[in-house]
C-alpha cells in the first residue's frame, strides 16, 4: 500500500479534479504490475497497471490507495475491469467517500472476488486531504502560507520583504506550487511585491494565478500577467466585484486575465463565492501566499484549513507603532479568546535551513 502511495505521489497537482491513485498487482509474492492515475481523462490507476498485463491477472492480489471507482466519467468504472480481470483479492486503502462513485468493493465482492477494506486508510487519507475537502464541500483545500520573523512580521514597515526566510524555505514553497492547483493572494501583494506566482522547480508546472482584487487595480504591467507559452502556461484569475470599472476589466481581459465578477461582502470579494467557482473550475487545492489582510479573511471566516509558518530566527521590532512592519494576519482580531479560531498542530516544528516549519490545521469543532 506505501508503495501505491509513492506511486500516485507521482501525479501530484496534475490530476485534478481527480484523486491521486496508485495501483500495484502482485502474484506469488512478486509485483507484476504497477501503475497511477497521471492526469484527468486519462486511464485510473487500476486499468493502467491492467493494460500492462492486457487486462488479465488471473489469481493476482490488487492494491489500491483508493476504492475502485463505480462510475462512467471521463473513463470506465475501474471496478467492472478490475472484476473482469481474474484478480482473486483486492486491498484498498481508503474507501471512496463520494455516493455517486462508491459500489466498486461491492461490485468486487458480488464477482467473488476477496475484498480487504482499510489498510493504512490513514496514510491514504492524508495522501489525498485536498481531494477529500474538495468532495466533502465541493471548494478547494485552503493552505495559508506565510514567511514570518520570530516576531510575526512578513516585512519591515517600508515594505522590505526580501528575504526574511532561507533558500530551503523558499524551495518548498515552489514545490507547494507544484503540488496544488491555484495559487492566490491579495491585490496589495501584487502591488507592493509584484510576485510572478510560478513554479520554478526543475520539471514543474505553473498553477493557476489567482489575484482577489475587489476594484480591479492590478497593475496593467504587473509580473503576474505575463503571458507564458507551452509547458509553463498558467491561467491568470481577477476575481473582482461589480463595482469594478468596466474599462479596468476590459483592460485586464485584453492582458490575458479572466475577469470573475463575484458577489461581494462589505465591499469585498466574497471568499466564499470565490472558492465555489474555484470548485467548480476543478481547482482542489489552494495556496493563499497572502497578504496579512487576505489571510485574516481566511482564518476569520473559517476557510483556512491548514497554516504553513516559515519563521526565521530574526526579529523586526517596531511593535504596533509607525515602524512597525505588517504581520501575518491583521484583520480586527477576537476581543475574547473564546471566539478566536482553533487549530492543531499537526506535526512537530521542523528545521529547515535556518528556519523553523510550524503546520496546523483548523479543527473540526473550530
Known sequence: MRRCLELAAKAEGRTAPNPIVGCVIIRDGEVIAEGWHERAGSPHAEASALLTLGGRAEGATLYVNLEPCDHQGRTPPCSRAVAASGVSRVVIGLMDPLPEHTGGAARLRRAGIDVVKGVLAAECAEANRPWLTYARTGRPYVLCKAGVSLDGKIATHRG?????????????????????DAVLVGVGTVRAD???????????????????????RTPLDAAVLRRRRGAGAARVVIACTAAAPAARIKRLEAKGAEVWVLPHARKRVELDALLGRLGREGVIGLLVEGGAEIHASFVQHRLADELRLYVA??????????????PWSAGT?????????????????RRLGDDVVLVARRREDA
Open 313 to 326: 530566527p530574526i526579529v523586526i521590532g517596531g511593535g504596533n507603532g509607525p515602524t512597525a512592519g505588517p
Open 333 to 349: 482580531g477576537v476581543a475574547r479568546l473564546t471566539s478566536a479560531v482553533r487549530y492543531q498542530f499537526a506535526e512537530a516544528p
Open 194 to 216: 509584484d510576485p510572478e506566482l510560478t513554479c520554478r522547480l526543475t520539471g514543474g508546472r505553473n498553477p493557476m494565478r489567482v489575484v482577489v482584487d475587489s476594484y480591479a
Open 160 to 180: 522590505e520583504s526580501r528575504w526574511i526566510t532561507s533558500v530551503p524555505s523558499r524551495a518548498e514553497v515552489h514545490a507547494l506550487r507544484n503540488r496544488l
